[in-house]
C-alpha cells in the first residue's frame, strides 16, 4: 500500500490549477481521492453529480480537506451538457483539467451474461461508460481555451475479463474514443490520457455480479503486488497526468495496476 501525501518538494505543484472533477459518490471512489490530493495540492476543484447521486456526493464532499461546489451534471442529457459551461462560470472562468469517472452498465450485460445481453442495455452502458468521454469533452471545451488535459479512468480493455462482459467492450470503445479525441483536441491545446486502474474494491466495482472473479489472485501477479482496497495509487496517476508534468503526452494509457498488464497469464 502506498503511502498518504506526498515528498515536500512536490507539494503544490497543482497549486492555481482549476480542475472538473465527475464520478464522486463515495469516499472508497477514486474519484475522491483524485479530488482529495488535488485539494491537497493547492488546486480549486468543482464536483459534478446529478439526481438522488446528489445527496451521496454532498455526504462525501464534506470529507474532503476543503469545501467544493457541485454542479449538476448528467453526461447523457443534452440540456445538462449544454449548461455545463454556465454552471462552472459561477465558480471559475476557466478550467486546466477536467477528470471522467464515469462508468455503468446494467447487470444484465455483466455478470457472464454476454450472449444474453439485449441491444437496449449494452447501449446504455456504451452511451454512459463510452460515448460520455466525447460528450464531456465537448461540453467542457469552451471552458478550457488555453487548453489543459483531459483524463479518465479504464480497465484494461485488451482483455476479455472474467464476469466484465459487455462493460469490458464499453471500455474498449472508451479507449478507442480517447484516441480520437486526442487527435481532435490536440491542436487546441488539450491532452487526452487514461488511467488503466488494477481491480478496486469500489461501491461500483463490487456491484458488477462476480468482481471477486476478476480480483481474483491480482496481488499475487502483480510484480510490485497491490492493494484491492488504496485507491491513492490511481489517484496519484490522474493527478499527475492532470498536471503540467506531461505536457507533451496524448492520446496514452498509463497502468496503474502493480504491473500485471506486462505479465503471461
Known sequence: MVASGWDTDMAGFMSGKKVLVTGVLRDNSIAFHVARLLLEQD??????????QMKLTELSARRLPKPVPIVELDVTDADHLAALPEQ???????????????????????????????WPDVATAMEVSA?????????????MPNGG???????????AWPVYDWMGVSKAAFEA???YLARDLGPKGVRVNLVSAGPIRTTAATSIPGFEEMEGRWSERA???????????TARGVVALCSDWFPATSGEIVHVDGGVHVMGQ
Request: proline share 6%; charged share 20%; no cysteine.
Open 131 to 143: 460515448f460520455s468521454l466525447k460528450s464531456l469533452a465537448t461540453a467542457a471545451l469552451p471552458l
Open 149 to 159: 488535459a483531459l483524463v479518465g479512468l479504464t480497465f484494461d480493455a485488451s482483455f
Open 88 to 118: 462552472v462560470r459561477q465558480h471559475t472562468d476557466t478550467l486546466d483539467a477536467v477528470v471522467h469517472s464515469i462508468g455503468f452498465a446494467p447487470q444484465s450485460v455483466m455478470g457472464g451474461r454476454f450472449l444474453e445481453a439485449e
Open 177 to 179: 474514443t480517447a484516441r
Open 43 to 52: 488546486a480549486e476543484v468543482i464536483l459534478t453529480s446529478f439526481g438522488r
Open 223 to 233: 510484480p510490485l503486488g497491490w492493494d484491492v482496497t488504496d485507491p491513492e495509487p
